[in-house]
């Protein structure tokens, strides 16, 4: 599956480091997703955009700034992380994000964050 | 807000068998989609099946099908003829409609997901 690509795979940072994680969809698709994925807890989801726009931000952290500068492309900006943010970061796409029949969501491979 | 619960953290059957893994909701809405994840040690995120609530039809997709109960905000899926490959994490989602059905407003909406179940499959 090549339609939604992340990188890096693996990431391993101190808390006091700045990095930044990319998601890139090739499915023309106007919606894109972050989604948070820790042992033993449900997927929870991050992040929306629609056509570049923010739409929904569900409380998260302020040390987690996700930026999409045009519908291919999405990321989220990492700073003074917690090690209880390590977790597997998931990016997803749909092809217009408002729950219309076609707007099924499909997953990149995921980073998987440990923070020391 | 809605809530998706899977009650079978694990579960295990011999291959070329059926197995029925669980998933039930909670929701006020009354328009919706409901999907099945399989999510293999790769960590791949990847789509089994889809539900449209308004659709009394349950969906099918080869060997995969669901028992959708809307009235009892259940969703099984069932996997026949079950092979090693089916050996994933399964995850039940929910997703509101927006901006169908006449409804006002538009954006994007996230899945909500359960805990999973852990299917494997024994040779």
């Known amino acids: 599956e090549t339609g939604v690509t992340q990188t890096p795979r693996h990431l391993v940072m101190g808390m006091t480091n700045k990095k930044s994680l990319k998601c890139e969809q090739h499915?023309?698709?106007?919606?894109m997703y972050w989604y948070k994925q820790s042992a033993k807890k449900p997927l929870e989801l991050m992040f929306v955009?629609?056509?570049?726009?923010?739409?929904e931000n569900n409380s998260v952290p302020s040390r987690f700034s996700p930026e999409c500068p045009n519908s291919s492309h999405l990321f989220l900006h990492l700073h003074t992380l917690q090690p209880e943010d390590s977790a597997l970061y998931l990016c997803?796409?749909?092809?217009?994000?408002?729950?219309?029949?076609?707007?099924?969501?499909?997953f990149g491979p995921g980073t998987r964050l440990t923070v020391l | 807000a809605q809530t998706v619960t899977q009650s079978q953290p694990e579960m295990s059957v011999q291959e070329a068998e059926t197995v029925t893994l669980s998933c039930t909701y909670d929701?006020?809405?009354?328009?919706?989609?409901l999907f099945w994840y399989k999510q293999p040690p790769s960590r791949q995120m990847i789509l089994v099946i889809r539900?449209?609530?308004?659709?009394?039809q349950n969906a099918t997709e080869n060997r995969f099908s669901v028992n959708f109960q809307k009235a009892a905000k259940s969703f099984s899926l069932k996997i026949s003829d079950s092979q090693l490959g089916d050996t994933a994490m399964y995850f039940c989602?929910?997703?509101?409609?927006?901006?169908?059905?006449?409804?006002?407003?538009?954006?994007?909406?996230?899945?909500?997901f359960g805990k999973g179940t852990h299917l494997i499959i024994q040779p």
């Open positions: 997803a796409s749909s092809q217009d994000g408002r729950g219309t029949s076609t707007d099924t969501q499909y």
């Open positions: 499915l023309g698709h106007n919606a």
């Open positions: 955009y629609s056509l570049e726009e923010r739409v």
């Open positions: 929701t006020s809405e009354s328009n919706y989609y």
């Open positions: 539900q449209e609530a308004y659709k009394q």
């Open positions: 989602a929910f997703m509101n409609s927006i901006g169908e059905f006449g409804d006002s407003g538009g954006g994007a909406d996230g899945l909500t």
